[in-house]
């Protein structure tokens, strides 16, 4: 019985002292990650956007959520994750003109109209996907991605911002569609009516009179 309860109370011991490490740990590690946060708000407030910048940045990245700002001597780095939780990066000039921007997803409704209206000459009757793709490197112009299908086959186009296409997926062949041939009506060929000749008809008639009669009983001598 001893033995018993030295064993029980070595192993309540033993789980006291493991509940309270994982606290402690818990503890430090909740720590840090408020430590972090703290850090990554401070760095974002310390650095304020010109005018012209924070004025380019709502325009247009509305929905996106900043998670870094960093000051370069002649722009400012700018790191945020879209309403789909895709991170990506752009990159001003202080005079808010997009230098560069990351490749990055953005509703079809926020593409610029000469792009839309470029794809829809492109690929008339087309089904468009809701989202599209841009990205800008620097020193060029904006790429827009638009994706859709045509005739079961998924189709891309590469559009500039201004309404020019930087390159396109080839079209799949529209299919002739067979018209149906109108029945043939058959004609039946008449054959011509043998003449008979006068000559034949005089001998059927001849013959006619030469049919055998029937002979008649014999009659009965008195």
Known sequence: MALRSWVKSLLCATLCLCLTAYADEKKKEDKKVDQKDHKDHADKAAVKLPDAVAKAWAAGYKEAKVLKIE?????????????W??????????????????KRKLPL???????????????????????????????HK???????????????????????????????????????????????????????????????????KKEVKKEEPAKEMK
């Open 142 to 208: 904006g790429v827009y991605r638009i994706r859709g299908d045509v005739g079961g086959k998924n189709v891309s186009a590469w559009i500039n911002d201004d309404g020019s296409v930087a390159k396109a997926d080839k079209l799949p062949e529209a299919k002739e569609v067979k018209k149906a041939e109108p029945k043939k009506e058959e004609h039946k060929k008449e054959e011509p009516k043998k003449e008979v000749k006068k000559e034949e008809k005089h001998e059927h008639k001849h013959d006619e």
């Open 85 to 102: 939780n895709e991170k990506f990066e752009v990159v001003y000039g202080t005079d808010g003109k997009l230098w560069e921007e990351s």
């Open 109 to 139: 409704a926020n593409v610029p109209a000469p792009v839309v209206e470029t794809a829809k000459k492109w690929a008339p009757g087309a089904k468009w996907s809701d989202v599209a793709e841009v990205e800008t490197e620097k020193g």
């Open 71 to 83: 000051a370069k001597k002649d722009s400012f780095e700018i790191a945020a994750q879209d309403k």
